[in-house]
């Protein structure tokens, strides 16, 4: 029996490496299902069989179901039931679903090596896309528009500021000057790139998750300050000249202190929101994206109808946290809070009390969470399955098997 569970258990962990390869690939929703459902299928017929089961009830685990519970309440009270109750198919079931894979199954120093390793080649295949559509279509901003790959510079960025510590954690731990040159010229390349895509929340992002990764590396033991320093002035080095290069890099910083004041309108799009929240600030209007389309929630309030009357852009409330309050509450925007300065703390803790693989992957799942769920949050809006692929790696690193040892 014991033999037969380890046949499944790698069965799954093959299916959550092909899953977070196609959570970056535009087509093939259908093969996404497929692996999300007969993956969760095999995990859950070899759940009593899984030693680190209990992990799911630690509080970073508990309290991401519990964020994911205030979605249901929403759903249930929501000024659209049926929508909403349809709509937590996509993101929430799905999100709940890869914390409970992610962070029993790849618990493991070897998986999380591969998870590492794939970080790297998907980084490889954005990068392709992005690059390819800004010289093939004479682009002024970097975004992929590809069949395999299609998205708004804002969301490109935001990718590849999720990859980027992963690829990091492979450049320190590489001791072969080939591969650590090769890794160096990717993170280079990705960085540039970022800047290209003229995203600015992406830009705030990239010098913060950049700056915890080196602060937190710092503090590892044996540092490598040559390595470090070396780096950093030859990605300053690069990016200098991309500044320099791109006329519409150097536009866009231009108007920064025009737009900084509104945040390119989003201040537009806040106001209704809030006045639109305060008339339900306990459990919001509820769960889905079409609901802040609808006119209903701003009839009573000074706007009469909903910001995307005034631009079809202003679908979109751009920060996460406001569109928590706006569909979810000051429930939802409490759970949340919590629970990312929970896991922030979590992942720190175990990162300084940690070295090697399991220090560094907990190092990058950091420096995540703080670019891209606090500093971009603030103008993007990250999906919930993001979020819980961050989780769980960070969770699966927590309390992972060493590398010498059978999982």
Same mark, same amino acid.
């Given at each position: ?47 009593? &069989? ?96 590809? /069949? ?10 935001? =990718? ?78 690069? /990016? ?27 201040? =537009?799009?806040?106001?209704? /929101? ?52 706006? &569909? ?57 399955? =993001? ?18 040892? =059978?999982?």
């Amino acid at each position: 029996m014991q033999k037969r569970y380890e046949i499944i258990d790698k069965i799954i962990a093959a299916e959550i490496y092909l899953l977070i390869l196609f959570m970056f690939v535009t087509k093939g929703e259908g093969i996404r299902n497929v692996l999300f459902f007969s993956s969760f299928f095999l995990w859950l017929v070899t759940l009593k &069989h899984r030693p680190n089961r209990a992990l799911l009830l630690k509080p970073v685990p508990a309290l991401f179901f519990i964020f994911c519970g205030t979605i249901l309440a929403s759903a249930l009270f929501s000024i659209e039931p049926l929508y909403s109750l349809k709509s937590l198919l996509k993101d929430p079931l799905k999100s709940v679903i890869m914390v409970c894979m992610i962070a029993t199954v790849l618990s493991d120093e070897k998986r999380l090596r591969i998870c590492a390793y794939l970080s790297g080649v998907i980084l490889v295949f954005l990068l392709s896309q992005g690059y390819y559509s800004y010289w093939a279509y004479d682009l002024p901003l970097m975004k992929p528009i590809t /069949l395999l790959r299609h998205s708004w510079h804002a969301r490109f960025a935001m =990718d590849l500021n999720t990859l980027l510590p992963f690829t990091a954690l492979l450049f320190f731990m590489s001791k072969r000057t080939v591969v650590r040159i090769a890794l160096g010229a990717l993170l280079i390349t990705s960085t540039a790139a970022v800047l290209l895509s003229t995203s600015r929340g992406g830009m705030a992002a990239l010098f913060t998750t950049a700056g915890v990764w080196i602060f937190l590396a710092s503090k590892q033991k044996n540092v490598n300050w040559k390595l470090i320093l070396s780096g950093v002035t030859v990605t300053g080095m690069v /990016l200098a000249l991309v500044l320099i290069s791109s006329s519409h890099i150097k536009q866009r910083l231009t108007d920064f202190s025009t737009d900084f004041a509104t945040l390119h309108e989003r201040t =537009d799009i806040w106001g209704p /929101l809030v006045s639109a929240s305060l008339l339900r600030p306990v459990i919001g209007w509820g769960y889905g994206d079409d609901i802040f389309s609808d006119d209903r929630p701003f009839q009573a309030t000074k706007y009469k109808e909903a910001p995307v009357h005034i631009k079809s852009a202003f679908r979109n409330p751009h920060n996460s946290f406001l569109k928590i309050l706006f &569909h979810q509450g000051l429930l939802g925007v409490i759970s949340y809070v919590i629970l990312l300065g929970v896991v922030i703390k979590s992942f720190l803790q175990r990162a300084c009390s940690f070295s090697g693989l399991k220090s560094l992957m907990l190092i990058a799942c950091s420096s995540i969470m703080f670019g891209t769920y606090i500093v971009n949050s603030i103008v993007e809006n990250p999906h919930l399955t =993001d979020l819980a692929l961050i989780v769980g790696i960070g969770c699966a690193a927590m309390y992972a098997n060493s590398e010498d040892s =059978d999982h």
